[in-house]
């Protein structure tokens, strides 16, 4: 059975382009890129390259990219080397809406006697700045806050953000995960200080990410060993995935408009044919400010784990906004935060397509539907006549 792939913020394929462009870097050139000898130099000269390729992405300068090992590296790093290297500050403002990879770390600086706060988010998922202008005080070390939600695919006006965290004199970090190659950023005309990206989520390698670190940022090394990453990362480098990642992000400049144009075109046909043939149905989260490539829609008086059963039946891969718990379906924190009532939040799917999906994979989606969800209806409890 043919794959529908419609689960790419989970991850993305590996492009072919990136492929081929990693695979001397296993059998044949293999050198250390720290050694003195010309076969490692290459290789250094590679990394080099990817570092550059990067940094045109997002509008920075080389120096200011560090390789790490993903997402969650990066998120981890940046916020415990903001702190590290300010210890006199004691406050980190987060929202409730960030992936595990910074909830997680706050949760720990909470028990390690640190404030934190979770800013509240509104029913469209959105942030309340004047909240956050109120929270920042002299104690505020870092405010971290994400480019764009991973379940909702909601925007967060992260340049007014930074804007604002820099005029009171704390450290802005975001975690861009999911924003990277599916929105344009550019750090020459920002006041962001670090942000986070992952490989995996823009067709590179997985375990393989950047954090970008503003030049002049304090930021305590996270890994320590060898001088790798001028000091900032020890470790010998992720060769193949490094230059993977680097192609990866020329790939993203190349066809940035055209390519996210498309990819919006069959999100919205999508969406418009899932809202229009399956009733009571809506979509979480801020249509306006949105990525292009997500939907996440809300399917009333049914589970989303059984939407997604029966999709994949059809080939068609998906994800629901509940996670089983102990047993029982626990609605994801991000659909809690926004006060999505209870039967909604746990009928909720996430499309997230790429630019590999194609018009004739969303009409065959738009076609299973509404077959899905009139025979789980059937079968609902909620459901009654
Ligand atoms: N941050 C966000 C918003 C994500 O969506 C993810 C992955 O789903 C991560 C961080 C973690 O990235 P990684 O899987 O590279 O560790």
């Known amino acids: 059975m043919r794959t529908i ?43 080099r390259e990817a570092r550059e390729k990067a940094a045109a992405l997002l509008g920075c300068d080389p120096g200011e990219i560090i390789f790490t090992s993903g997402g969650t590296e990066s998120d981890n790093a940046a916020i415990n080397g903001v702190l590290t290297a300010t210890p006199d500050k004691r406050k980190v403002i987060t929202s409730r809406v960030e992936h595990p990879a910074v909830l997680s770390v706050c949760k720990q600086l909470e028990d390690r006697g640190y404030t934190v706060i979770e800013l509240k988010v509104d029913k469209q998922g959105r942030l309340n700045l004047d909240e956050l202008e109120k929270q920042i005080d002299d104690d505020t070390a870092l405010v971290t ?28 970090h975001t975690d861009a995960v999911q924003a990277v190659g599916k929105i344009p ?39 320590l060993g060898g001088h790798q990453e001028k000091g900032r990362r020890a470790g010998t480098e992720n060769v193949p995935s490094i230059i993977g990642l680097g192609k990866a992000c020329e790939l993203a400049m190349q066809n940035f408009g055209e390519e996210n144009k498309r990819v919006k075109n069959l999100r919205d046909k999508l969406e418009k044919a899932i809202l229009k043939k399956c009733p009571d149905c809506m979509v979480n989260g801020d249509t306006e400010n949105r990525l292009p490539n997500t939907s996440n829609i809300s399917f009333e008086f ?84």
């Open 145 to 172: 806050i994400m480019y764009a939600n991973n379940e909702t695919g909601v925007i967060f006006p992260v340049e007014q953000i930074a804007e604002l965290v820099k005029s009171k004199g704390s450290v802005f």
């Open 5 to 47: 792939y419609f689960d790419n913020n989970a991850t993305t394929k590996v492009a072919d382009e990136v492929l081929e462009e990693i695979k001397p870097y296993f059998c044949e050139l293999y050198g250390n890129p720290s050694s003195m000898h010309t076969f490692g130099g290459q290789v250094g000269i590679k990394i």
């Open 302 to 385: 049914i589970e989303g784990e059984a939407i997604l059963l029966m999709l994949d039946k059809f080939g068609i891969c998906a994800s629901s906004g509940s996670a089983c718990t102990s047993g029982s379906l626990e609605p994801s924190h991000v659909l809690r935060a926004m006060g999505v009532p209870f039967t909604a939040a746990h009928g909720s799917i996430r499309f997230s397509l790429s630019r590999y999906n194609t018009e004739e994979e969303v009409d065959y989606t738009i076609e299973k539907m509404p077959e899905i969800v009139n025979r789980l209806r059937k079968m609902s409890p909620y459901v009654t006549g």
């Open 185 to 223: 950023i550019n750090l020459s005309k920002s006041s962001i200080d670090l942000l986070s990206i992952s490989g995996h989520k823009l067709h590179a390698p997985k375990g393989v990410g950047i954090l970008y670190v503003r030049k002049g940022t304090r930021l305590a090394p996270f890994m």
